[in-house]
C-alpha cells in the first residue's frame, strides 16, 4: 500500500474508474528538498526539436530579439531578450511537478506561474497528485538540446509502478513552450494547478476565450494553456478561482479519462506559457484561413424567425420588408421541422403541415430570394431525440461507464435528447440536408450548437468507436460537419456562437454569443482584443448588439 501526505488535496483529478471530476487545491509550501548532484547532465545535438508551426502560440514580438537557452549552476534558463526587455523561464530539476519551474521579468524576483503543475497518477485504483508524492520517488536525466531546448526525462516509482514522463522545453520569443508526453497510462491528468508568489494579482476573464483567463501580475499579462490542435485529452477544464492572496487559478488541467473498456491514452501534451506587457502578446493565435464568404456577408443583417406561425405569413412580411428598400437579409427560419423545434431530430422533413407544408416553406424560400435575401433552414446534428423516426442505439455516444450521454431537455415536451456521436454527425447530415437544401433552395444554413459548445462535453467514449474518450476527435468532427454543409448547401454554414473561437475561419459567421460572460471576473466593459484581432479576420459576427446574450450584468 501506498502512503501520502494527509495535508495535500486534489485538484481537479479524474476518478481512476470513472468521469466525475473534483477541485481543489494543495497548499502553497513545497516539500522538496534542494537539487542533487546525483542528477546526470549531458549537452547534445539531435534532431528531436521539431519547431513546427505552433498555430496556436501567442504571436511573436515585432521588435527584434533574441532566445537563449542555457544552464546557470543547476538552473536551466530559457530566455528572451531584445532592447528593452528580458525575460527568463528558470527551471531547476527537484520535484518533477512544474514547481520547478519560475519565471522572472527584468529584475523582478521570481514567481511560479504554475505551483504545483503537473501529472496525476493512477496507483492501485487511486488517483495521486504529485503534490502528494516524495522527491526520493524520482530520478531525472537532463540533457540540452543544441542550444536550442531542454529535455528532462522523469521516472516516479510509486508502489509497484515506475512511470516515465517526459518534459521538453523550449522558447520562441516570449513563449516558453512545454511539451510532456508520456508512454504509460497510468496518467489521469495534467494540471497547470495556480500561481505562487503573485500578490495582488487578478485573473482576467476575455471575452470570446472561455477555455482559459489569464493572469493580470503587476503591470505583466501571463497566458498558460494546453494546445488544443494537439491535445490527447479528454477534456480541457478551465480555472477561475483566487486560492489566496498570492495564488490564483487561471489556466487549465487536462483529463485523460478511461473509455468503456476502461482504457486511457497515453498523456501527450503541448503547453504554451507566456509572459508579456502587452495583452495582444499573450493570447492565441486561430489556425484556420479566413472564411470564403467574409467579403460577401459583410454588412449583412441576420433576420431570425422564430414565431410559431404559418410559413406564409413570414414570406408576407419578408416581401414587406423589400417593399419598404430593406436591403442585405439573410433570412432564418428556425422551427420549420416535421415535429416542431427542438423535437424529433434528425428526422425534419417534410415541413410542418401545421404551418403550411413544404409548399408554404417553399413559398418563404421563394420570397426571400426575390428579395435578394439570403435563405437558412435551422439543421442541428449534435442532439437526436428518441421519438426520431431515425432514432438507433448505434448512433448514440456513451459515457465512461457505458450510459447514455444526455443533451438538451425539451421543457416543452418534457422529451430528453441524447448525443449524437460526433464521429456519425456527417453520416446522420448527409441523409438531410442535400434533401433540405433540394426541397427548399436554400442560400445558406443554420448549424445549430456544433459550434457552440465545448468539445470536451460532447466526447464519445465508446471503446467501439475509433478517437474514443479525446475531445480533439469532436473538435475534427464537428469541422468536417460545417464543411460537409457547406458542400450539401453551396452556401455559407452560419452557426451558433459561444466556443466559435474553435471553429472560426471553418464556420462562415456565427451568432456571436460570449460563453464566457457567466466567469467570476468578466469585465464590462470587456477587452476586445482576442475578439477583434483574432476572430473578426477569419468569421462574420452576428448579433452583438444584443447585450443580455453578449454581457455578463
Known sequence: MLTFRPLALLIVGALATGCALSATFPPATPP???PSDTH???????????????????????????NHVFRQGETYVLQYQDSRTRLQYLYTPVSGSLHDLQVRAGEEAPFFPSNYGGPIFVVEGENIPIWETEPEWFTYKARIVGDA???????????????PYTYRLSIRGKTLRLEVESPSTLLSAFTLDRSEETPDGRILVIPYLPLFNLLLYRQHFLSAYFDWEFTGASRLEPMNEAVSRKSLAFGQTAHYLPNTEGERHPLHEVIYVTISDTLEEVLPR??????????????????????????AEDAQMVRELARRGITGLIVVRHNWQQCGYDDCYPSVLPANPRWGGDAGLRELSEAARG???????????VDIYPNSEDFAPELLALTCQGNLVTAWFNRSTGIQSFLLSPQRSRDVASRFSPEIHRRYNTSAVYLDVSTAVNPSEKVDYNAAVEGNARLRTTLEAYRQLVEYE????????????????????????VL?????????????????HFDLLSIHPHTVRFGMGYYPSYFAV
Do not use: C
Not at 549531458?42 to 528531436?48: N, P, Y
Not at 486561430?286 to 404559418?310: F, I, M, N, Q, V
Not at 428579395?371 to 446534428?381: M, S, T, V
Open 40 to 66: 546526470p547532465v549531458e549537452t547534445v545535438t539531435s534532431s528531436w526539436v521539431n519547431m513546427r508551426a505552433d498555430l496556436l502560440a501567442p504571436p511573436l514580438p515585432p521588435s527584434p530579439f533574441q
Open 486 to 509: 457547406q458542400q450539401a448547401h453551396q452556401s455559407p454554414v452560419i452557426g451558433e456562437g459561444g466556443h466559435h473561437l474553435l471553429y472560426a475561419g471553418f464556420v462562415d459567421a
Open 32 to 34: 522538496y528538498s534542494s
Open 512 to 528: 456571436a454569443e460570449d460563453e464566457s460572460r457567466q466567469q467570476p471576473g468578466a469585465q464590462i466593459p470587456p477587452l476586445v
Open 371 to 381: 428579395a435578394g435575401y439570403l435563405f437558412a433552414l435551422h439543421e442541428n446534428y
Open 286 to 311: 486561430l489556425p484556420a484561413s479566413p472564411s470564403p464568404y467574409l467579403a460577401s456577408l459583410a454588412g449583412k443583417t441576420l433576420l431570425d424567425l422564430w414565431a410559431e406561425r404559418a410559413f
Open 149 to 163: 531546448a531542454l529535455e528532462v526525462n522523469w521516472h516516479v516509482r510509486l508502489g509497484q509502478e515506475s512511470i
